[in-house]
């Protein structure tokens, strides 16, 4: 059975930066992109990047290019993403999601000061 | 980017009743469209891909149409368990992009 395992909620000071993760389970980890979502409070949702796990390439979408770093560590099977400089605009929930059909259970990060 | 636009935003209907969700993809993206659900503080829920296949498990009473660029989503016999917010999502070209949400209520 296939599992996106997401770490726990996180609330982080502006200018702070948050690094989340996203264990995958079930499957071979290096044969499908991993992506990350983007859901604001009661809002739709927003492509952040994807990371090629086998050779960890990636792509972001260019309003994240400066905003997101996206990792993976095959020894874990584990997706990452790094959340810099923080603002009050990056409280949302961030999902890591593989094929489109698999989704993680989300990851709520809050940034107040 | 291809931008997806989706109404109605917010709908309420009645048990039993049928309701059309609709998606217009700003260039053409084929059939290259899915449709989630997703219910309060869960991960959106795959039930239509491939603008009008049905994920397995996804009962009957959902069924995905295109005309041209519109996608359209329909529910049939509304159910209490429908109730949700529906998102469009077009994975023909990258970015891949979504729809701006569609919250149902059931009265």
Known sequence: EVQLQQSGPELQRPGASVKLSCKASGYTFTEYYMYWVKQRPKQGLELIGRIDPEDCSTDYVEKFKNKATLTADTSSNTAYMQLSSLTSEDTATYFCVRSWEYWGQGVMVTVSS | ?107
């Open chain 2, 1 to 107: 980017d291809i931008q997806m636009t989706q109404s109605p935003s917010s709908m309420s209907a009645s048990l039993g009743d049928t309701v059309t969700i609709t998606c217009l993809a700003s260039q053409d993206i084929g059939n290259y469209l899915s449709w989630y659900q997703q219910k309060p503080g869960k991960s959106p829920k795959l039930m239509i891909y491939g603008a009008t296949n049905l994920e397995d498990g996804v009962p009957s009473r959902f069924s995905g149409s295109r005309s041209g660029s519109d996608y359209s989503l329909t529910i049939n016999s509304l159910g209490y368990d429908d109730e949700g917010i529906y998102h469009c999502h077009q994975y023909y070209e990258y970015p891949l992009t979504f729809g701006s949400g569609t919250k149902l209520e059931i009265k």
